[in-house]
């Protein structure tokens, strides 16, 4: 078995993620070109109530079995995985089989009563199966991180990717011709087929490290099916309720974001029909918003999630020696790192918003909502390390609390606001720019009676000089610069601004060697 270190099994699973993030960007690029916005939103007024579904039955489930797994393995008791393993598989199974059925008898009411557009019924039937296989594959991706073997996980997240990229373009084109609603349903049976892949993948795995670990006379947890055959009524009962003590906390914050994510869609679309918008027209802004929008607006999430995990560790270590002064100095390397990274996005995002859309999803009557969001992606920017420090110097409740007083506000101001026919779709993305600050601004408020901290503002005033000088470079090359290929000049002209920023931003210090190595992927390339 390839047991790693935490710093390598962390570096595997971040270049993992950041591989996952662009791949998971082309078909939200080409997927609209292939059914349309009206179809993204079919897609998206869905993928909520899995994505509550899935969080409710396996949310815990992965972090409890690595802790239960790793607790055993440092115990020196590795035979005790073979129930951990069996139990988990029994909860997960059961459990995904069982939110399978309802979701198929209840997606007619679902569809009728509680989403606006009863389309989206075959793209709900169509995301069932996937319960029942991300429950399982939940349990085996725990189990391998607890054994400290982080490559089945990163690379069963990977070809899943790539097969959920194939099967969403594929089969989406395939079902085109029967309607829009029928589009959206094969994007989604894609989605599916990549879970699929993703699970055999895990499966193949540990068929192999039994095979290791028989020939080098190991303990090996059974097969599923022989586990289950071979269990007690009173050990099943004892590892659940070990298994729930951990998953179910864990369940509870990762809940209120994917019911936030519900509510919000539920109440985009009825607010967009009480303001008198058509229901198809409704549903087209909606999937323009959540599906091209937004994943445009987090791109650079990639870069800033990779700060925050690489934040994590340094701030324990410090906290455990009681060095507060490293802790302040790391985050606030962290943050200005954040800005000075996310900054040159959003001014490209914001001055050139209407060629952008024009050229990644062919369509330039979005790019308002673009240009409205994009200066204010700092603050969600800044939200990712804020966020880590507040995990690692165990204030995750605080963390939560911070994001569910933003996720209510959002709620309100999304049914207030774009229920108003003067703002339409503009109010829930007032709504979502009010929750990004909201959110942002407790979490420093926190970190700051926490640490005794204070948030770099001149720093934050750098940035944003240097990001209006840029802004207004771009906008200048983009209108005198001469190319007959609208998408060389996009990008030309971006190139271009994008120097201007980080030759203002070494002038005015923010960033130098050392910050550059904080960030995990380019830390190889800067080593002295």
Same mark, same amino acid.
């Given at each position: 078995?390839?047991?790693?270190?935490?710093?390598?099994?962390?570096?595997?699973?971040?270049?993992?993620?950041?591989?996952?993030?662009?791949?998971?960007?082309?078909?939200?690029?080409?997927?609209?070109?292939?059914?349309?916005?009206?179809?993204?939103g079919?897609?998206?007024?869905?993928?909520?109530?899995?994505?509550?579904?899935?969080?409710?039955?396996?949310?815990?489930?992965?972090?409890?079995?690595?802790?239960?797994?790793?607790?055993?393995?440092?115990?020196?008791?590795?035979?005790?995985?073979?129930?951990?393993?069996?139990?988990?598989?029994?909860?997960?199974?059961?459990?995904?089989?069982?939110?399978?059925?309802?979701?198929i008898?209840l997606a007619?009411?679902?569809?009728?009563?509680?989403?606006?557009?009863?389309?989206?019924?075959?793209?709900?039937?169509?995301?069932?199966?996937?319960?029942?296989?991300?429950s399982?594959?939940?349990?085996?991706?725990?189990?391998?991180?607890?054994?400290?073997?982080?490559?089945?996980?990163?690379?069963?997240?990977?070809?899943e990717?790539?097969?959920?990229?194939?099967?969403?373009?594929?089969?989406?084109?395939?079902?085109?011709?029967?309607?829009i609603?029928?589009?959206?349903?094969?994007?989604?049976?894609?989605?599916?087929?990549?879970?699929?892949?993703?699970?055999?993948?895990?499966?193949?795995?540990?068929?192999? =490290? &039994?095979?290791?670990?028989?020939?080098?006379? $190991?303990?090996?947890?059974? +097969? !599923?099916?022989? /586990? @289950?055959?071979?269990?007690?009524?009173?050990?099943?009962?004892?590892?659940?309720?070990?298994?729930?003590?951990?998953?179910?906390?864990?369940?509870?914050?990762?809940?209120?974001?994917?019911?936030?994510?519900?509510?919000?869609s539920?109440?985009?679309?009825?607010?967009?029909l009480?303001?008198?918008?058509?229901?198809?027209?409704?549903?087209?802004?909606?999937?323009?918003?959540?599906?091209?929008?937004?994943?445009?607006?987090?791109?650079?999430?990639?870069?800033?999630?990779?700060?925050?995990?690489?934040?994590?560790?340094?701030?324990?270590?410090a906290?455990?020696?009681?060095?507060?002064?490293?802790i302040? =100095? &790391?985050?606030?390397?962290?943050?200005?790192? $954040?800005?000075?990274?996310? +900054? !040159?996005?959003? /001014? @490209?995002?914001?001055?050139?918003?209407?060629?952008?859309?024009?050229?990644?999803?062919?369509?330039?009557?979005?790019?308002?909502?673009?240009?409205?969001?994009?200066?204010?992606?700092?603050?969600?920017?800044?939200?990712?390390?804020?966020?880590?420090?507040?995990?690692?110097?165990?204030?995750?409740?605080?963390?939560?609390?911070?994001?569910?007083?933003g996720?209510?506000?959002?709620?309100?101001?999304?049914?207030?606001?774009?229920?108003?026919?003067?703002?339409?779709?503009?109010?829930?993305?007032?709504?979502?720019?009010?929750n990004?600050?909201?959110?942002?601004?407790?979490?420093?408020?926190?970190?700051?009676?926490?640490?005794?901290?204070?948030?770099?503002? $001149?720093?934050?005033?750098?940035?944003?000089?240097?990001? @209006?000088?840029?802004a207004?470079a771009?906008?200048?090359?983009?209108?005198?610069?001469?190319?007959?290929?609208?998408?060389?000049?996009?990008?030309?002209?971006?190139?271009?601004?994008?120097?201007?920023?980080?030759?203002?931003?070494?002038?005015?210090?923010?960033?130098?060697?050392?910050?550059?190595?904080?960030?995990?992927?380019?830390?190889?390339?800067?080593r002295?």
């Amino acid at each position: 078995m390839n047991k790693q270190t935490f710093i390598q099994g962390t570096m595997i699973l971040l270049a993992a993620g950041i591989i996952n993030r662009i791949l998971g960007f082309i078909p939200r690029i080409l997927l609209p070109r292939v059914i349309g916005s009206e179809g993204v939103g079919l897609y998206q007024l869905g993928y909520p109530f899995f994505l509550v579904i899935v969080t409710l039955i396996s949310g815990g489930i992965p972090l409890a079995v690595a802790k239960l797994v790793a607790e055993a393995e440092s115990s020196g008791h590795p035979e005790r995985s073979k129930s951990i393993l069996r139990t988990s598989l029994v909860f997960a199974a059961s459990a995904g089989i069982l939110f399978t059925l309802l979701t198929i008898v209840l997606a007619p009411w679902v569809t009728r009563n509680l989403l606006t557009d009863s389309r989206v019924y075959e793209t709900f039937i169509s995301m069932s199966p996937m319960i029942a296989i991300v429950s399982i594959s939940s349990v085996y991706r725990g189990y391998f991180q607890g054994k400290q073997d982080m490559i089945p996980s990163a690379l069963s997240s990977i070809l899943e990717t790539v097969a959920r990229i194939i099967g969403v373009l594929w089969f989406s084109y395939l079902l085109l011709p029967k309607g829009i609603e029928y589009a959206a349903a094969g994007a989604m049976l894609g989605v599916v087929a990549g879970e699929i892949v993703g699970l055999a993948v895990l499966l193949w795995q540990y068929r192999r =490290l &039994r095979r290791i670990e028989q020939k080098s006379g $190991a303990v090996i947890p059974e +097969a !599923p099916d022989q /586990a @289950v055959l071979s269990s007690g009524p009173e050990p099943f009962l004892r590892g659940l309720k070990r298994l729930m003590l951990i998953a179910v906390p864990v369940t509870g914050g990762r809940l209120v974001g994917s019911l936030s994510y519900l509510l919000e869609s539920i109440v985009t679309a009825r607010s967009l029909l009480i303001a008198g918008i058509a229901t198809g027209v409704a549903t087209s802004q909606y999937g323009a918003l959540q599906g091209m929008i937004i994943p445009l607006l987090t791109l650079p999430g990639a870069l800033t999630s990779s700060l925050a995990v690489s934040l994590v560790p340094s701030l324990a270590e410090a906290q455990a020696r009681g060095d507060s002064r490293t802790i302040q =100095l &790391r985050l606030h390397q962290s943050i200005r790192l $954040a800005l000075v990274t996310g +900054a !040159p996005f959003a /001014a @490209v995002m914001y001055v050139l918003a209407e060629p952008l859309c024009l050229f990644i999803y062919d369509n330039a009557e979005i790019a308002g909502m673009l240009r409205t969001m994009a200066p204010f992606a700092l603050f969600l920017y800044a939200q990712a390390p804020l966020q880590a420090t507040l995990q690692a110097l165990d204030q995750a409740g605080k963390a939560l609390m911070n994001t569910l007083i933003g996720a209510i506000v959002k709620i309100v101001l999304i049914f207030y606001l774009a229920s108003n026919p003067s703002f339409g779709i503009y109010g829930a993305v007032i709504a979502i720019i009010i929750n990004f600050i909201i959110v942002t601004l407790l979490h420093s408020f926190s970190v700051k009676r926490l640490l005794k901290y204070s948030l770099p503002f $001149a720093d934050l005033f750098k940035v944003c000089a240097a990001m @209006v000088i840029m802004a207004g470079a771009a906008t200048l090359l983009y209108n005198e610069l001469s190319f007959a290929n609208p998408a060389m000049l996009l990008i030309t002209s971006s190139v271009l601004s994008g120097l201007v920023y980080i030759i203002l931003c070494a002038v005015m210090g923010m960033f130098d060697l050392s910050d550059l190595r904080r960030i995990p992927i380019l830390r190889r390339l800067f080593r002295t």
